[in-house]
């Protein structure tokens, strides 16, 4: 018996998610379920891809993962389940949801869902709802062990789960160029795709000052010198910070403010950041 | 022991459903509670009806569904149990919550809550949260096992059990008129009381085009000829469709669209749906 | 064993709390995990101590709760838990989170979370997500037995844990003077200071008019006579009136409406509210 975490685009004002606990309860009434968020922006699955790697590290080895976030309900894209490098296990449609697991955690296997034995019974006049007659029904076979990863359906090549562009941060004349990837919705953060260790190869410290500047295709939107920060607290109320964020990653924030909205600052392909070490010497607010 | 399902209109934001599970939790540390929603719309006992039947025939037999949507909390409006005939239970004000069970599953037993036993011991001064009071904590008696379903009090007259009025889809000259029950809000789809079995008799197949109008009251909203799809992929991005949903009726959408936000349509009594075989053999994008 | 529950300001849209819950899984996959709420205001720790004051009465003795609303992390305000006089445990940051515990419950001991063993091995890097790496790792071993309550660290004095300013409401010639603590956020009703034992000093019995008085500072914003009812029900459908809410404190309401946006009234200092029996006899409307 192994955890079972569902993710969603669902949303949690109808029945729809209940339904899916329903189904896996069905399988096994003493399953752990539990929801990851069912708040992904509907048809997202660069954000879906994005709140995986944000926690399927944290979870036991054998957890099963359920993403449903579809756009293609219906059509001839794959449904899948993959077994991580880690020892996990996700199912999900095959449409990118997988992108940064494949490319930060990797996968080690594959499986394309058999329907004709992993699909809810009497289920098959609705071609609507595959994320109750398919991917909970079968997340939850897994998780309680009534098939195991064989169990899914035919081999296929890890290297065939598709992936969405993800663009790798690079350090170039002193600057890092790097993406906005995602928001950190409630506390209005940016977190960018520059890794931690790439940044420290500025040379920088705790207490330094970083020159950012983030920009909406050509159009520079933010330019300023930012205080490097071990965390919140070594910036004023209301001063902006570089940090490191949970996933180790570096992020650019307000203290108990909203960078993002402060600035109208979005995430995906247009938006760009580039970090730098300040040359100037500036006053430390701190000192 | 038998899962144990609690539904409200409080949402989430603050600590009235938290109370509730612990006073179940405090009947029994070994139950397993989820909730269904807690978003439903306050006191609207139609909606928490159809989430009642979107979601109760998906769990196993002898779960148990408290329902929390009571507008006539403190008054005399009874407060009862009843067992479905697919044997699970449900225990909620008598307001009408019980309407689509009724109607589309059927009840074969209804009790009346006895307070004198069935009441959170200590919570005699307060009453305006009966649904951590009385609702939840007789729900998790029942769940855990604490008493029967006889033990929940009186035996009541199933047929008394209060139902909204509910209009039955017709057919008439290759015309289907129906009601548009309820939205699904995360992704703006109508659904409609128009039973797949019903819209069959017109005679269609997947691809075909469905002429759709829609009324407020007397008033013209919406006249489109629309694809009736086997699923959202069979039609363009933006392009709406008609389609079977969960619940085995039809219901109106646009591909990654919100339908209701496109025409400023809503539910209940003034809105109105006809259906008919598009009489003209449009050109279809598809081919 | 026994059950954890998490609350935190961190919504619920992105994979902060499945993060906390997998870190607590992977301490104990039999644990009983289930949230207060995630949707405390950012930083607001006068609400947090409200919702946890809200609820820890209704749980099993024994239940350890954890609050992560931390303005301050990374700062030097300590990482406690504390042990309440009904027996049970909350785990946070001492800023003021646990304000009416310690003044209504009552706070037996106190230990400072000793991080060099309570800390999530391999997540030193990050110093901006205590929740996941402090609090749910701590709260997870200590509702799991792998600590007991002296394995959280070195025992503080219960006084020296932080509270924020909390007004005692008073009785002065016949009118009691109190506060607005908190909404009631759903359905907007105003949960005040005011214990019900000190409003029944005023000599009011159900069906009474209470006049009621609220000032922003020195600005009158509402004075009228309300019914003193035994519930909702006791009043119109969109009539205003004084009840006892499920803290045993006085509320006002509007029955099926929204006092709060009705009159544009908030919550916090500056807010304050007196009750008085009504002199004149008005006419009740429903005799």
Partial sequence: MKPLVIMSDFGLADGAVSAMYGVAYSVCEQLNISSLTHEIPQYNAWEASYRLIQTVGYWPKGTVFVSVVDPGVGSTRRSIAVETAAGQYII????????????????????????????????????????????????????????????????????????????????????????????????????????????????????????????????????????????????FVGEPLVYVNSLDRMAVAINQGDFSRAYNIGTGAPWTIQMRKSRLKEPSYGE
């Fill in 92 to 235: 999900t449609p095959d449409n990118g949801t997988l992108t940064h697991v494949k490319h930060i955690s990797g996968i080690v296997a594959a499986r394309e869902i058999d329907e004709s034995i992993n699909r809810l019974p009497g289920s098959g006049e609705s071609y609507t709802f595959h994320g109750r007659d398919i991917y909970a029904y079968t997340g939850a076979r897994l998780a309680a062990g009534v098939i195991d990863f064989a169990g899914v359906g035919p081999e296929v090549d890890p290297e065939s789960v598709v992936e969405l562009p993800i663009a790798v941060a690079t350090l170039e004349d002193n600057t890092i160029h790097g993406d906005i990837d995602v928001l950190d919705v409630r506390f209005g953060s940016l977190w960018t795709s520059i890794p931690r260790e790439l940044f420290l190869r500025l040379g920088v410290k705790h207490g330094d000052r970083i020159e950012i500047m983030i920009e909406n295709g050509a159009r520079l939107v933010y330019r300023n010198s930012l205080i490097y920060a071990r965390s919140f607290a070594d910036a």
